[in-house]
């Protein structure tokens, strides 16, 4: 029910807008978010929108870099990346849940129930 897009090679410093695109009843997600897993590590919460929360959360080593938004209309979130690191290559997910999410579980890749597939974002150095 996720479709994720916009991955790519980019040079450090350079900026990408990953997309996430839903099917079926995606304007009923309570939340979603982005993740992300480099090679050889864990999967980790960059990003996420609750509708519990009056804003984004985010991770703090993508603070200030990255924003995560959502159009209802057009069943699709975004995470805009600014000022790219080499640190920052990955494979990124996004993920989505129908019910609502405790600020203490949005890092936890087991509180999403629906994913998509993954977009690689490779950073040049």
């Known amino acids: 029910q996720l479709q994720a897009s916009g991955g790519g090679l980019v040079q450090a410093g350079g900026s990408l807008r990953l997309s996430c695109a839903a099917s079926?009843?995606?304007?009923?997600?309570?939340?979603v978010a982005w993740f992300r897993q480099a090679p050889g590590k864990e999967r980790e919460g960059v990003a996420c929108i609750r509708s519990a929360s009056n804003g984004p959360t985010y991770a703090d080593s993508v603070k200030g870099r990255f924003a995560i938004s959502r159009d209802r209309a057009k069943n699709t979130m975004y995470l805009q990346i600014n000022s790219l690191k080499a640190e920052d290559t990955a494979v990124y997910y996004c993920?989505?849940?129908?019910?609502?999410?405790?600020?203490?579980?949005?890092?936890?890749?087991?509180?999403?129930?629906?994913w998509g597939q993954g977009t690689l974002v490779t950073v040049s150095s």
């Open positions: 993920a989505a849940r129908f019910n609502r999410i405790l600020y203490s579980m949005w890092l936890d890749p087991s509180s999403y129930s629906y």
């Open positions: 079926g009843s995606a304007s009923d997600y309570q939340a």
